[in-house]
């Protein structure tokens, strides 16, 4: 009998790898942060010995999920400005706020709270973009998440940094500030093709492939950046990126809501990986991403949320339904995105955007125990035919009841193991009386931060 750490035994466990394999009655075994077996619950009583053992008898167990584009500090600035158009809403509001409040403190508070709210929706690694990606990657250390954090570079000066060169000597100094940490990496992250010139994009193309990093991009939001582009360049963003060097592997291209055929050929030609963020997309009315034509295109699709502040939260599991659901509309096709599609872009194609698929993204022995369990066992969720339709169809996140990353328990009967909700909750109220008490005047487009 083999002595391991943990073992669960659930009433089903989808593993996402084989695809769309769902096993009843099976235990999962972890030892040293690091799936050991999957085997059938009466063969794991013979096998194992744990030192925690752990009984979910209408559970489901899922691969820890991926938000693979988000702004965790924007979760200060949830419901500040809904309902507009996108320039409107940046030009307005986001923008102007972020200019009189961001600060490593904004950074610290908002990202705390982000992780909060994505633990307990099943989120065990996201993929940020924001300024002060040292304080976010700190912050999600302390939470013991799994996290990469976007070295920021845009055109605009900030709190953060004055200009192209001290963007980059600053996205040089936090690479190295988490180099070799178990949880937390670091990516390129030029904020999108109409925010940063050729010359500090062609250089953090450079640093991506010098450091061997992902580069996360928005690219292609809305018609009109790309009107912009036309009108500017003579041809499209993407053909500008391409012409600088940035379609490749690396890329993690965010959006993507207006894409022709030749460039999807392009996209999985290059092998970039498309994020595709629907419930934001809607409610700025960006556009519509055609993730079932990339999908057959063999294009690695992945799933965010964005930010808090174009969302308005940052729960995966809705994410995962209005992509299943929104794919359907645009392809005309119910067949489109089926619900274990939809996991998979929820878990194993983020890993894979992210270059993590090789320690997590799905539930297979050698991989890192990252890992959810959704109840299945409340009325609201009865009868249970098919788990794995029921995760997308049926559950939300607030039946999420466990949580682990790398084998620990951050999520343990819908509570927070390594988070102070109180504290978490008194700075927020803080953070709301100052941004409510401070008002604020549309500002021009230069010399603004901003990030959507
Ligand atoms: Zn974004």
Not at 72 to 89: E, I, N, T, V
Not at 100 to 118: H, N, P, Q, S, Y
Not at 128 to 134: A, I, S, V
Request: net charge negative.
């Amino acid at each position: 009998m083999r002595h391991v750490d943990t073992l669960i035994f659930a009433a089903w466990i989808i593993p996402v790898e084989p695809e769309g394999v769902v096993y009843e009655q099976h235990a999962l075994a972890i030892n040293d942060g690091k799936i050991v077996a999957i085997v059938p619950s009466n063969e794991a009583v013979a096998q194992f010995s744990a030192r925690i053992t752990h009984r979910l008898s209408t559970h489901v167990l899922i691969p820890g999920l991926i938000n693979s584009h988000t702004h965790a500090a924007m979760s200060l600035l949830r419901g500040y400005a809904d309902d507009l158009a996108l320039m409107d809403w940046l030009h307005k509001r986001i923008w102007p706020a972020e200019k009189a409040w961001v600060r490593a403190k904004f950074v610290e508070d908002g990202t705390r709270l982000a992780i909060a709210e994505m633990l307990l929706g099943g989120v065990t690694c996201f993929n940020d973009m924001y300024f002060y990606p040292d304080v976010a990657g700190r912050v999600a250390d302390e939470a013991g998440m799994r996290a990469s954090v976007g070295l920021i570079l845009i055109d605009f000066p900030s709190a953060w940094a004055n200009d192209a060169d001290a963007y980059l000597a600053k996205a040089e100094q936090v690479h190295a500030q988490f180099h070799h940490h178990p949880l937390i990496r670091t990516a390129l992250a030029p904020h999108a093709p109409y925010s940063v010139s050729d010359q500090p994009l062609e250089k953090a193309v450079a640093l991506a492939e010098h450091l061997d990093l992902r580069i996360h991009m928005h690219v292609h939001e809305t018609a009109d950046e790309i009107a912009q582009g036309h009108a500017r360049d003579g041809y499209r963003p993407l053909a500008r990126l391409d012409l600088l060097g940035a379609l490749s592997e690396r890329l993690m291209a965010v959006h993507m809501t207006q894409v022709d055929d030749d460039e999807i050929a392009l996209l999985a030609e290059r092998g970039v990986h498309v994020v595709h963020c629907p419930e934001s997309n809607m409610k700025l009315a960006s556009g519509l991403c055609p993730v079932h034509k990339l999908l057959q295109a063999g294009v690695n699709v992945a799933l965010g949320t964005d930010g808090a502040a174009s969302n308005d939260d940052l729960d995966m599991l809705g994410e995962m339904r209005s992509a299943a659901l929104l794919a359907k509309v645009v392809s005309n096709d119910a067949r489109a995105v089926p619900a274990h599609v939809a996991l998979r872009m929820a878990t194993l194609n983020g890993a894979k955007a992210l270059g993590l698929d090789d320690i997590t993204g799905s539930l297979r022995p050698g991989k890192e125990a990252d890992i959810v369990a959704v109840d299945m066992g409340l009325l609201e969720t009865q009868p249970v035919y098919n788990p794995l339709s029921h995760l997308i169809y049926v559950a939300s996140r607030e039946h999420v009841s466990d949580v682990w990353v790398s084998g620990r328990q951050l999520v343990k009967g819908r509570a927070l193991t390594s988070l102070n909700v109180r504290d978490i909750r008194t700075k927020v109220m803080e953070w709301r009386q100052n941004i409510l008490s401070t008002p604020l005047t549309s500002v021009p487009d230069e010399a603004q931060n901003s990030d959507v």
